[in-house]
Nanobody, 122 residues
Framework: QVQLVESGGGVAQAGDSLRLSCAASGRTFSSFAMGWFRRAPGKEREFVAAISWSTSTTRYADSVKDRFVISKDNVKNTVSLQMNSLKPEDTAVYFC???????????????WGQGTQVTVSS
Protein backbone atom coordinates (compact mmCIF):
# COMPACT_ATOMS: atom_id res chain seq x y z
CA GLN A 1 0.00 0.00 0.00
CA VAL A 2 0.98 3.58 -0.62
CA GLN A 3 -0.15 6.67 1.23
CA LEU A 4 -0.07 10.11 -0.35
CA VAL A 5 -0.44 13.35 1.59
CA GLU A 6 -0.66 16.71 -0.17
CA SER A 7 0.19 20.07 1.35
CA GLY A 8 0.70 23.65 0.27
CA GLY A 9 -2.71 24.64 -1.00
CA GLY A 10 -4.30 27.93 -0.10
CA VAL A 11 -5.59 31.22 -1.39
CA ALA A 12 -3.66 33.33 -3.91
CA GLN A 13 -4.17 36.35 -6.11
CA ALA A 14 -4.02 36.10 -9.88
CA GLY A 15 -0.38 36.26 -10.93
CA ASP A 16 0.90 34.83 -7.66
CA SER A 17 2.72 31.56 -7.12
CA LEU A 18 2.00 28.56 -4.93
CA ARG A 19 3.90 25.35 -4.37
CA LEU A 20 2.19 22.06 -3.69
CA SER A 21 3.97 19.08 -2.21
CA CYS A 22 3.05 15.44 -1.94
CA ALA A 23 4.72 13.02 0.45
CA ALA A 24 4.55 9.35 -0.43
CA SER A 25 4.99 6.59 2.11
CA GLY A 26 4.63 2.85 2.12
CA ARG A 27 5.50 0.77 -0.91
CA THR A 28 7.07 3.62 -2.83
CA PHE A 29 10.13 1.72 -4.02
CA SER A 30 8.13 0.37 -6.96
CA SER A 31 6.82 3.74 -8.12
CA PHE A 32 6.68 4.23 -11.89
CA ALA A 33 5.45 7.80 -12.03
CA MET A 34 3.67 10.45 -10.01
CA GLY A 35 1.27 13.06 -11.16
CA TRP A 36 -1.02 15.91 -10.25
CA PHE A 37 -4.67 16.20 -11.18
CA ARG A 38 -7.29 18.77 -10.29
CA ARG A 39 -11.03 19.07 -10.04
CA ALA A 40 -12.60 22.47 -10.45
CA PRO A 41 -16.10 23.19 -9.09
CA GLY A 42 -18.70 21.56 -11.31
CA LYS A 43 -16.10 19.91 -13.54
CA GLU A 44 -14.54 16.51 -13.86
CA ARG A 45 -11.07 15.72 -12.63
CA GLU A 46 -8.40 16.63 -15.17
CA PHE A 47 -4.75 15.85 -15.67
CA VAL A 48 -2.26 18.59 -14.75
CA ALA A 49 1.27 17.17 -14.81
CA ALA A 50 3.25 13.98 -14.36
CA ILE A 51 6.85 12.91 -13.86
CA SER A 52 8.56 9.59 -14.39
CA TRP A 53 10.16 8.30 -11.23
CA SER A 54 13.19 6.78 -13.02
CA THR A 55 13.81 9.11 -15.97
CA SER A 56 12.32 12.37 -14.66
CA THR A 57 10.50 12.80 -17.97
CA THR A 58 7.68 15.28 -17.49
CA ARG A 59 4.34 15.86 -19.14
CA TYR A 60 1.96 18.81 -18.77
CA ALA A 61 -1.55 19.74 -19.70
CA ASP A 62 -1.63 22.50 -22.29
CA SER A 63 -3.47 24.74 -19.84
CA VAL A 64 -0.54 24.81 -17.40
CA LYS A 65 2.44 24.37 -19.70
CA ASP A 66 5.03 27.13 -19.23
CA ARG A 67 3.43 28.11 -15.89
CA PHE A 68 3.64 24.98 -13.72
CA VAL A 69 6.70 22.87 -13.00
CA ILE A 70 6.60 19.36 -11.56
CA SER A 71 9.64 17.98 -9.75
CA LYS A 72 10.52 15.10 -7.47
CA ASP A 73 12.90 14.09 -4.72
CA ASN A 74 13.64 10.38 -4.90
CA VAL A 75 15.32 10.36 -1.50
CA LYS A 76 12.46 12.04 0.33
CA ASN A 77 9.81 10.35 -1.83
CA THR A 78 8.12 13.64 -2.55
CA VAL A 79 6.76 15.29 -5.67
CA SER A 80 6.10 19.00 -5.93
CA LEU A 81 4.15 21.26 -8.22
CA GLN A 82 5.40 24.83 -8.53
CA MET A 83 2.51 26.91 -9.82
CA ASN A 84 3.39 30.31 -11.25
CA SER A 85 1.32 33.04 -12.88
CA LEU A 86 -1.81 31.62 -11.30
CA LYS A 87 -5.16 32.34 -12.90
CA PRO A 88 -8.66 32.22 -11.43
CA GLU A 89 -9.34 29.19 -13.65
CA ASP A 90 -6.64 27.30 -11.75
CA THR A 91 -8.99 27.22 -8.76
CA ALA A 92 -9.57 23.57 -7.93
CA VAL A 93 -8.85 20.76 -5.54
CA TYR A 94 -5.46 19.36 -6.50
CA PHE A 95 -4.74 15.67 -6.12
CA CYS A 96 -1.44 13.86 -6.03
CA UNK A 97 -1.35 10.41 -7.61
CA UNK A 98 1.09 7.53 -8.01
CA UNK A 99 1.24 4.71 -10.51
CA UNK A 100 3.18 1.49 -10.09
CA UNK A 101 3.49 0.63 -13.78
CA UNK A 102 2.98 1.95 -17.26
CA UNK A 103 -0.60 2.34 -18.46
CA UNK A 104 -1.59 3.49 -21.93
CA UNK A 105 -4.32 5.54 -20.26
CA UNK A 106 -2.37 8.58 -19.02
CA UNK A 107 -5.05 9.28 -16.42
CA UNK A 108 -4.85 5.85 -14.80
CA UNK A 109 -3.12 5.86 -11.43
CA UNK A 110 -3.04 3.32 -8.62
CA UNK A 111 -3.07 5.57 -5.56
CA TRP A 112 -4.53 8.98 -4.84
CA GLY A 113 -4.17 11.58 -2.14
CA GLN A 114 -7.06 13.32 -0.42
CA GLY A 115 -6.51 16.59 -2.25
CA THR A 116 -5.65 20.15 -1.31
CA GLN A 117 -7.68 23.24 -2.19
CA VAL A 118 -6.19 26.00 -4.32
CA THR A 119 -8.23 29.17 -4.73
CA VAL A 120 -7.10 31.97 -7.03
CA SER A 121 -8.91 35.29 -6.88
CA SER A 122 -8.86 37.91 -9.62
Amino acid sequence: QVQLVESGGGVAQAGDSLRLSCAASGRTFSSFAMGWFRRAPGKEREFVAAISWSTSTTRYADSVKDRFVISKDNVKNTVSLQMNSLKPEDTAVYFCALRLRYYSDYARYDYWGQGTQVTVSS
